[in-house]
């Protein structure tokens, strides 16, 4: 059989986003698709309290239910095939933002792991805590089996590279988990960048230490940051953004 026609098992992605902590796949979604999401999102009216618009950031939370078109053209993608195989018995898309780092953009991330997932409402939970209540909502750092099963896809909708803003990563480090602000500069020293051309995806685990820095470049860095979890959250607390994607 060719290779061409050979199932993808993405048996190589999980193995890295296990030892490494994230996983480049450069062409997850075709041409056409990419052009979708565009759209969609050009489409969008760009107005309420989940867009946030300035100068270096267009940002826009819970952005699969802002924009219903984003999840039509991600049903139809790659995209829940290698959801299966990340997540056998199912799945579900926890936290959507939408983050165009426009060109030039000052914009710049420090050294950080992805620690706080969004949930409904406080609750008395065993292990989780400490809680954050703010205008879109609680969040609450959870015991680590949930940060855990976290898979995070970064797909992106242009070429990414150094020069507009690419993640940088720490491999491995998302294997020390929750660390102290005084223990990061002995990791960063090893990072890497991640560059994914348009069309691409990242896929990361939470505790991976990331950062990114301000584009030096005339191209927009535009990517749908999208979190997946199979974890069914106790005390009846529910992942604030919850959804099907598929
Ligand atoms: O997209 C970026 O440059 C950084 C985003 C990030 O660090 C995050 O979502 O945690």
Known sequence: MLATLMPTTYSNTIEALQTEGFALLPDLLRPEETAALLDGIEAAPATG???????????????????????????KSALPRLLSALFPAGSRLVKSIYFDKPPHSNWLVAWHQDLMINVDRKANLPGF?????????????????????????????????????????????????????????????????????????????????????RSTSGRSRRVLHLEFSSVELPGGVQ???????I
């Open 49 to 75: 309290p989940s867009f946030r618009r300035s100068q270096d950031l267009f940002a826009i939370r819970q952005v699969v239910s802002e924009i219903p078109a984003l999840g039509s053209v991600l049903a």
């Open 129 to 213: 805590g400490p809680w954050t209540s703010k205008p879109e909502g609680v969040a609450v750092l959870p015991p680590p089996a949930v940060l855990d099963d976290i898979v995070t896809i970064r797909l992106h909708l242009d070429d990414c590279d150094a020069d507009n803003g690419a993640l940088k990563v720490v491999p491995g480090s998302h294997r020390a988990g929750v660390l102290l602000a005084a223990e990061l500069p002995a990791y960063t020293k090893e990072s890497v960048t991640c560059a994914v051309p348009a069309g691409g995806a990242m896929l990361m685990k939470p505790l991976l230490l990331h950062a990114s820095s």
């Open 239 to 245: 992942w604030r953004e919850q959804q099907e994607l």
